[in-house]
């Protein structure tokens, strides 16, 4: 098992999520070497204590446990293959995609990288900023179960619930499902405050009452404060929403798997983007149904 004293962490992403991970990291007493394209991003990262590398390939090759939290499946692929990680990683090293990206992708990088003698886990996340900034993400876990066990200690250091799920891709298939129930819950919400304001109803009593009933979740509770307030700014951004959804109808296609929920709620969120809000969080739906 590794222990902060032997074990360099490379970090490539250090974007909303990316820097409270990071940071975690740190506390947890691991040397971090990361990279990321634009290095003036990563300036308070470095001054905390993290090692800036020039290039991806520099952060593999220097260090033991591999971490890649990037925007889209194509990043994905940009970092990890055409003399990316795989290539410079290495014998033994663990790589580990924390991105939200495909399940297909997360298979190819598993064997791609037990050719090389390189162990790879996917493990993408769920709790957005808070749960990154705070050390409390839920981390959905695929891939060889020695190879969880190994690393368990580094996923302890950014989040509380970590699930090993089962064979390579099975952590990215079990993140669809997550984002298959937030899909659902935020066209529920927005539509839930609509009514709620159309009805001249306090929208801060409302909340006092639903909460912490049967209607309660992560998102009532963490991003309908944010809505009341008019805070928009990304915990998770509506483009990176759109892509995750992108990838979970696709991969329900694949099964024979309508789902018409899912659908629906991409199609807002399409809307949402069209209107020029992709950069904001995805509480930014509300938009679209309210009179302010």
């Known amino acids: 098992m590794v222990s902060a004293a032997h074990t360099v962490i490379g970090f490539i992403g250090t974007g909303v999520m990316g820097q409270g991970m990071i940071r975690n990291l740190l506390k947890a007493n691991y040397p971090v070497n990361i990279y990321t394209r634009t290095k003036s991003k990563a300036t308070a990262l470095i001054e905390e204590g993290a090692e800036w590398k020039a290039s991806v390939a520099e952060v593999a090759a220097q260090s033991d446990v591999i971490i890649t939290i990037v925007g889209y499946p194509q990043d994905v692929e940009e970092v990890y293959f055409n ?7 290495k014998n033994g090293a663990t790589v580990i995609d924390m991105t939200t990206s495909s399940p297909s992708l997360a298979e190819r990088i598993y ?7 390189i162990a790879a886990l996917d ?6 900023d808070i749960g990154a900034r705070n050390g409390k993400l839920s981390i959905m876990v695929g891939g060889d179960q020695a190879a969880f066990d190994e690393v368990l200690p580094v996923f302890q250091a950014m989040g509380e619930n970590i699930v090993y799920q089962g064979a390579a891709g099975r952590g990215q298939h079990t993140k669809m499902t997550n984002q298959i129930l937030i899909a659902g819950g935020m066209l529920g919400l927005c539509e839930a405050f609509a009514y709620a304001e159309r009805a001249g109803l306090d929208l801060e009593q409302v909340l006092k009452s639903v909460a912490t009933g049967a209607a309660g979740s992560f998102s009532l509770s963490n991003l309908g404060p944010r809505i009341l307030k008019g805070d928009f700014a990304p915990g998770f951004y509506v483009k990176h929403f759109i892509k995750d959804m992108t990838i979970a109808l696709n991969e329900a296609e694949k099964m024979g798997l309508l789902t018409p929920g899912l659908a629906l709620a991409k199609a807002r969120y399409e809307e949402l983007a069209e209107m020029g809000f992709g950069e904001e969080g995805t509480q930014a739906l509300y938009k679209l149904y309210s009179d302010k």
Request: hydrophobic content about 35%; glycine content about 20%; charged content about 20%.
């Open 83 to 89: 003399h990316g990680i795989l290539a410079h990683a």
């Open 111 to 117: 064997q791609e990288a037990k050719e090389k003698g």
């Open 123 to 128: 493990a993408p996340v769920s709790g957005g």
